[in-house]
């Protein structure tokens, strides 16, 4: 009663915002109430007319920086890319079958995935809303299919609720709500909402419960309609013996404790909505794409050691990967699109304030595991196709194929999708005790086939990628308020570009962004010279 | 009083509403979600090691080489210094995250204890809870 009187309206709320805030605050405020906007892209760019003669060198071959040479030779200029690795695509990268993959610290992996499967270690889903990477893949020839995000029909497992068992999503996510609105539904009768509402608003917010809540005519969460959300004892069949028969919904107290809130307010979230896509054949069809868009660009195996610049131009020094000779190559201008994890320990002669900036920003250290199984038990077993089975146990989740529906032979599954503390724990792991932890958390959801399916395994600890040491960017608001409009600002000749330049961080979008805006500007300013 | 302390929640709500409007971090980064939210608990400096500092440092405080360096604790000299590992594990430097919020004061002494009495590093001199809680302010 107490908490319920403590609650402030909207108006209360604005008000208080402004004694804090002032106007502008409150003016953010009332635009995020009104509506929310999809994206900021408004198309490619368009640079023209650039310097007959004028050079840029681009620093790493992942999608910003294979973005910034493709836009920037169609303005004009003599573009050359610098990139570390054998391959092209960056962080857009899969694990097929024969592929040998081998991390910092010397362990290495031959990926034995049959013809067609493959591993998403990084970027694997895409939301409808990132506009500029759904643009270049539409352009360069992409081929995208529906990303199964939210699966009612998968698993929500706690460690610490009905006793380790896990409970399908529907049923908990309908038993959370059902509660939630028949509790509320009581607090009007027993007047405890009287002082925030109005009685009409009162009776309107009664039957949203009714109808929301899956409520019966006693505004009681139970029996039949209640089954048709969280699932039948027996479902409807035909003939003679077709009638359901109702289920009982969990224990409150345990739903509770299941967490099944975090998990409604996950799939809430813009980032995370449905619809989402993935390319068709794993993420590295992407990075082929944009690769395919600036073939003969790319110098491979340049590992750079040292970015300096003067009045005349910029010089970077690099190693060859595999013969170890240093060589230089020098142009007017820079699209440095190194992680800062690798830039943070090359020598450069970028001002304190930009050096401080690129030590700013620690990054995350994320692992994914990926199963292969001799058959889609899921499917065939539990009518699991798409989406997540969520656990608070260190894989955070598995997450099953999206496309080759009810077909026969192995599949991939992701067996973890570690973030945080199991992130680091997992990714500290040699590879095969990696599997092993995978094999044992994941059996949770599917305790007799999980070992007897399994065939081989490959793990990504992002940690341990030799060329980005590092799974993402992770701003904070202090290091966004100290750091973050250096680490963007062009200096001089050298501007930087990738997700990590963005408000968009840890998504291709949030590369693509950044390297549009940083080529815009750096066009701008090689007219202005 | 009542009244009072309503008010307070309404400014706590409305001021953590504006500091987003302000000083926000950006999109959420694709992650697990509500997911592997019960890790394990390290119980000593080795377990801590293992679990927080070795996807970096390596097996046996190695450190490693790709596109640059992630340094061997080792035979490291710094560790000679309690202070500067103490910092180091709780502020983080670049691309390595600061742990003060992940591990506990007790946490962080007993894994630069151990690193200082192990791979190839010998400074006996004890590391306590409150040499932490003092770096931190607490």
């Known amino acids: 009663m107490e908490q319920a009187q403590g609650r402030p309206t909207r108006r209360q709320l604005m008000h208080a915002i402004g004694l804090i805030g002032g106007t502008a605050a409150v003016y953010q405020m009332m635009t995020t109430f009104g509506h929310a906007a999809e994206t900021r892209f408004d198309g490619p760019p368009q640079l023209t007319g650039a310097r007959k003669g004028a050079r840029v060198v681009v620093l790493g071959a992942g999608l910003a920086g294979m973005l910034a040479a493709y836009e920037l030779r169609k303005a004009g200029y003599q573009v050359k890319i610098l990139e570390f690795q054998q391959r092209a695509g960056g962080r857009a990268w899969s694990l097929y079958g024969g592929d040998r993959y081998t991390e910092m610290g010397g362990a290495a992996q031959d990926v034995r995935f049959a013809k067609g499967n493959y591993l998403n270690p990084g970027p694997w889903r895409i939301p409808h809303h990132h506009r500029t990477l759904l643009h270049y893949c539409k352009a360069f020839g992409v081929a995208l299919e529906p990303f199964i995000q939210l699966n009612h029909n998968a698993y929500v497992h706690s460690t610490e609720a009905f006793g380790g068992q896990p409970m399908r999503y529907r049923a908990l996510a309908a038993d959370f709500n059902g509660n939630i609105a028949e509790i509320l539904g009581k607090s009007i009768d027993q007047k405890g909402l009287d002082q925030q509402l109005t009685a009409e608003d009162l009776d309107r917010l009664k039957e949203a419960l009714r ?39 969990y224990a409150f107290g345990e739903v509770l404790k299941s967490g099944i809130w975090a998990n409604l307010a996950f799939f809430m979230n813009h980032e995370f909505q449905t619809t989402m896509f993935q390319p068709v054949g794993g993420m590295q069809k992407i990075g082929d794409a944009f690769a395919r868009q600036v073939q003969g660009l790319v110098v491979h195996g340049a590992r750079v050691t040292r970015l300096m610049q003067d009045k005349a131009g910029v010089t970077v020094t690099y190693a060859d990967t595999l013969s170890g000779q240093v060589k230089t190559e020098a142009a007017d201008y820079c699209v440095c699109t190194i992680p800062l994890t690798v830039l943070s320990q090359i020598e450069t002669n970028l001002s304190e304030k930009m050096t401080a900036a690129i030590n700013a920003v620690p990054y995350s250290s994320s692992v994914k595991i990926g199963l292969e199984m001799r058959r889609r038990f899921w499917e065939e077993d539990q009518e699991i196709f798409g989406g997540h089975s969520f656990t608070n146990q260190e894989i955070g989740l598995i997450s099953y194929p999206n496309s080759g529906f009810f077909s026969n032979g192995p599949a991939v599954l992701l067996g973890a999708f570690a973030n945080g503390p199991g992130g680091y724990h997992l990714g500290g792991m040699s590879p095969a005790e990696r599997i092993e932890a995978a094999l044992a958390q994941g059996a949770v959801f599917h305790p007799e086939a999980y070992r007897k399916e399994f065939l081989n395994g490959a793990s990504v600890a992002w940690s341990r990628v030799p060329w980005v040491m590092g799974c993402c960017a992770r701003w904070n608001e202090e290091s966004r308020r100290d750091h973050y409009q250096t680490l963007v600002a062009m200096e001089d000749r050298i501007v930087l570009a990738g997700e990590h330049a963005s408000y968009v961080g840890c998504w291709m979008e949030g590369a693509l962004l950044s390297s549009i805006d940083a080529i815009t500007r750096l066009h701008k300013r090689a007219l202005e010279a | 009083m009542h009244k009072l302390r309503t008010e307070r929640r309404w400014i706590v709500a409305a001021a953590a509403l504006a500091a987003l409007a302000v000083g926000a971090k950006g999109a959420d980064a694709d992650e697990p979600g509500p997911g592997g939210a019960r890790p394990m608990v390290p119980k000593n400096g080795a377990e801590v090691y293992e679990v927080y500092c070795q996807v970096c440092h390596m097996a046996g405080g190695k450190g490693a080489a790709g596109a640059a360096r992630f340094p061997a604790l080792a035979a490291n000299a710094r560790l000679g210094t309690a202070a500067y590992a103490i910092y180091m594990v709780d502020n983080g430097k670049a691309g390595m995250p600061g742990f003060k919020e992940a591990l506990t004061p007790a946490q962080v002494a007993e894994v630069v204890a151990y690193l200082r009495t192990h791979f190839g590093n010998a400074y006996a001199e004890p590391v306590t809870a409150s040499d932490v809680q003092a770096m931190r302010g607490q």
Request: no cysteine; glycine share 20%.
């Open chain 1, 211 to 249: 109808g929301w809540g899956l409520l019966d005519k006693d505004m009681r969460y139970r029996g039949e309609r209640a089954s048709r959300s969280r699932g039948w004892a027996l479902p409807p069949g035909g003939g003679v013996n077709g009638a359901p028969k109702p289920s009982e919904p």
